[in-house]
């Protein structure tokens, strides 16, 4: 059974920096899945923030936080992050971690289209 394990949320003032890990258990390491990073601010829907398919490592980052955050790997701690810098206070959100195993060589960017996700961890900014 595949689980993923957010952590790293914080408050952090405007231009500060953030990292949120995502352990992931479950997934066979030959097996390439969907990997992503979702948020949702109070009020708002939720926002695809950076995408992963790990057989090819193509990564997608939505438009706002492109240049500002990104995604990385531990493969030996079965453990993805996603570096948060300058933050912005509409930076603010629930963020979660999602993968789902059943795509070939894409990944959507909607969160209803993942099975598995984690429990979510807050990130303030405040300006």
């Known amino acids: 059974q595949v689980r993923l394990v957010e952590s790293g949320g914080g408050s952090v003032q405007a231009g500060g920096s953030l990292r949120l890990s995502c352990l992931v258990s479950?997934?066979?390491?030959?097996?390439?899945?969907?990997m992503g990073w979702f948020r949702q601010a109070l009020g708002m829907e939720r926002e695809g923030v950076s995408i992963?398919?790990?057989?090819?490592?193509?990564?997608y980052y939505a438009n706002s936080v492109k240049g500002r955050f990104s995604l990385s790997q531990d493969n030996a701690k079965n453990t993805w992050y996603l570096q948060m810098n300058s933050l912005k206070p509409e930076d603010t959100a629930m963020y979660y971690c999602?993968?789902?195993?059943?795509?070939?060589?894409?990944?959507?960017?909607?969160?209803?289209?993942?099975?598995?996700w984690g429990q979510g961890t807050q990130v303030t900014v405040s300006s």
């Open positions: 999602a993968a789902d195993s059943r795509y070939y060589g894409a990944c959507p960017y909607r969160g209803d289209l993942f099975n598995t």
């Open positions: 479950g997934y066979t390491s030959s097996r390439p899945y969907c």
């Open positions: 992963i398919y790990t057989g090819t490592n193509y990564t």
